[in-house]
């Protein structure tokens, strides 16, 4: 097992990387694996290539162009400054050099080569240890300020992220294949399917392809797919504004509200919605917020209104009692009537000692007395709720109550006559003559 670290161990595909036709374009730096093959054409900054790559089109490099040996180009090499070659590269076009071309044994160039600089038949140095040789010559002479301007131009735009394919990698318009993690970036545009082990997919990308992976499968905010999205046992992440045109297979599955996809969305373990934080109301929910609010300032004035017309006399004579007030004051009103007749029918029977009253004169101070509770309940019913009425209720229920105890008193004073007529008993009739007794 090997103990330094594989900087080749990730396909990296930088921001707005596009495959435009047969050509893969970046403004990156581009660095390939050994044993790759690459069947588009790359431009880009700096074209790196390892042992036995193989190149299906044209390479253009605006810098430095670096193929190693055993390295296949089809196509012509266009180098914007200088470039390196190793041993046994086949080039099928033509190689074009505006600086030195530094070249090794047995390279095959078949349509020939121009440089404008030097040109070195040899085997060429690693470029880690020419820059080594280089700069300590500068500072052995006392040419420090060569090589720091030197160091600075090496390190600018270090920040960068090139376009990185792993070793033993496959590129074409048919499937990127790889056997380590994929990430792409951001304003991507794509053309083939993706197998990795783990895919991770950056914001406002389009792929023309699926996306396969044994892990975790992410697609970021505003990304299309136009294929299917599968996983073996990973999870799928749809962001928001995702759109797969195809099938989404996957073990646990967590998609955006605002994601979509076209086809059947397949998870054998979980499957959870994401729902944005702080989401603004609809204008639906706005509008029936405030009505809400509308209802409730409105009630809330006859709530007032009801509170202060259930408390006599304090009232307001210039506004009218709502109906539930009135309806309260009649109900008291029936409820004293009732009270002054059960009143006025105990009396009587006390009245009578006992003695039966007339049950006519009885049934007729009930119906007196049901009548003016009657009239008095229907003065409360009609009741405005004004200061006025009120006064006029009380008063009914005053002459009511009065009507109800002089029937009553009427009552009684009729039940002690009769009880006085019953009690006189005729004397019997004494026989004329004398000498009679009553035995014979």
């Given at each position: 097992?090997?103990?330094?670290?594989?900087?080749l161990?990730?396909?990296?595909i930088?921001?707005?990387?596009?495959?435009?036709?047969h050509?893969?374009?970046?403004?990156?730096?581009?660095?390939?694996?050994?044993?790759?093959t690459?069947?588009?054409?790359?431009?880009?900054?700096?074209?790196?290539?390892?042992?036995?790559?193989?190149?299906?089109?044209?390479?253009?490099?605006?810098?430095?162009?670096?193929?190693?040996?055993?390295?296949?180009?089809?196509?012509?090499?266009l180098?914007?400054?200088?470039?390196?070659l190793?041993?046994?590269?086949?080039?099928?076009g033509?190689?074009?050099?505006?600086?030195?071309?530094?070249?090794?044994?047995?390279?095959?160039?078949?349509d020939?080569?121009?440089?404008?600089?030097?040109?070195?038949?040899?085997?060429?140095?690693?470029?880690?240890?020419f820059?080594?040789?280089y700069?300590?010559?500068?500072?052995?002479?006392?040419?420090?300020?060569?090589?720091?301007?030197?160091?600075d131009?090496?390190?600018?735009g270090?920040?960068?992220?090139?376009?990185?394919?792993?070793r033993?990698a496959?590129?074409?318009?048919?499937?990127w294949?790889?056997?380590?993690?994929?990430?792409?970036?951001?304003?991507?545009?794509?053309?083939?399917n993706?197998?990795?082990?783990?895919?991770?997919?950056?914001?406002g990308?389009?792929?023309?392809?699926?996306?396969?992976?044994?892990?975790?499968?992410?697609v970021?905010?505003?990304?299309?797919?136009?294929?299917?999205?599968?996983?073996?046992?990973?999870?799928?992440?749809?962001?928001?504004?995702?759109?797969?045109?195809?099938?989404?297979?996957c073990?646990d599955?967590?998609?955006?509200e605002n994601?979509?996809?076209?086809?059947?969305?397949?998870?054998s373990?979980?499957?959870?919605?994401?729902?944005?934080?702080?989401?603004?109301?609809?204008?639906?929910?706005?509008?029936?917020?405030?009505?809400?609010?509308?209802?409730?300032?409105?009630?809330?004035?006859?709530?007032?209104?009801?509170?202060e017309?259930?408390?006599?006399?304090?009232?307001?004579?210039?506004?009218s009692?709502?109906?539930?007030?009135?309806?309260?004051?009649?109900?008291?009103?029936?409820?004293?009537?009732?009270?002054?007749?059960?009143?006025?029918?105990?009396?009587?029977?006390?009245?009578?000692?006992?003695?039966d009253?007339?049950?006519?004169?009885?049934?007729?101070?009930?119906?007196?007395?049901?009548?003016?509770?009657?009239?008095?309940?229907?003065?409360?019913?009609?009741?405005?709720?004004?200061?006025?009425?009120?006064?006029?209720?009380?008063?009914?229920?005053?002459?009511?109550?009065?009507?109800?105890?002089?029937s009553?008193?009427?009552?009684?004073?009729?039940?002690?006559?009769?009880?006085?007529?019953?009690?006189?008993?005729?004397?019997?009739?004494?026989?004329?003559?004398p000498?009679?007794?009553?035995?014979?």
């Amino acid at each position: 097992m090997s103990l330094r670290s594989d900087p080749l161990d990730e396909l990296s595909i930088p921001d707005e990387t596009t495959v435009e036709e047969h050509d893969l374009v970046t403004d990156s730096d581009v660095i390939v694996g050994a044993q790759s093959t690459v069947e588009f054409g790359v431009r880009g900054n700096n074209v790196l290539a390892g042992e036995r790559v193989t190149f299906g089109g044209h390479i253009e490099a605006e810098e430095d162009c670096r193929l190693d040996l055993w390295c296949d180009v089809d196509g012509d090499v266009l180098v914007g400054q200088d470039a390196y070659l190793g041993e046994r590269v086949h080039v099928s076009g033509q190689l074009m050099v505006s600086g030195d071309l530094d070249i090794g044994d047995d390279v095959q160039i078949d349509d020939g080569f121009e440089a404008n600089g030097w040109i070195v038949i040899r085997n060429p140095m690693p470029t880690i240890v020419f820059l080594f040789v280089y700069l300590s010559q500068l500072l052995r002479i006392g040419e420090e300020e060569a090589a720091e301007s030197l160091v600075d131009e090496l390190l600018e735009g270090a920040e960068a992220d090139p376009l990185v394919v792993p070793r033993n990698a496959s590129v074409n318009d048919d499937a990127w294949r790889v056997s380590t993690p994929a990430t792409i970036g951001d304003d991507c545009r794509l053309h083939g399917n993706v197998r990795a082990e783990e895919i991770a997919v950056g914001a406002g990308n389009e792929v023309f392809g699926s996306l396969r992976a044994r892990g975790d499968i992410v697609v970021g905010e505003g990304t299309r797919i136009h294929g299917d999205v599968t996983t073996r046992n990973g999870t799928v992440v749809l962001e928001a504004d995702a759109e797969v045109l195809g099938d989404v297979s996957c073990d646990d599955l967590r998609f955006h509200e605002n994601a979509t996809a076209d086809g059947t969305m397949r998870a054998s373990g979980e499957m959870t919605m994401i729902r944005e934080r702080g989401r603004q109301p609809t204008h639906a929910e706005e509008t029936d917020g405030t009505g809400a609010e509308q209802a409730d300032d409105a009630d809330s004035p006859g709530d007032t209104d009801a509170d202060e017309a259930s408390e006599p006399g304090e009232a307001d004579s210039d506004h009218s009692a709502p109906t539930g007030g009135a309806t309260e004051d009649g109900e008291r009103a029936s409820g004293e009537d009732e009270t002054a007749t059960a009143d006025a029918t105990e009396s009587g029977e006390t009245a009578g000692d006992g003695a039966d009253p007339d049950d006519g004169e009885t049934e007729e101070s009930r119906s007196s007395a049901g009548e003016t509770g009657g009239s008095t309940g229907d003065t409360g019913d009609d009741a405005t709720g004004d200061a006025s009425d009120d006064a006029t209720g009380e008063t009914d229920r005053a002459d009511g109550s009065d009507e109800a105890d002089d029937s009553a008193d009427d009552g009684a004073d009729d039940s002690e006559s009769d009880a006085h007529e019953e009690s006189v008993v005729p004397e019997p009739k004494r026989p004329d003559g004398p000498g009679t007794t009553s035995g014979a």
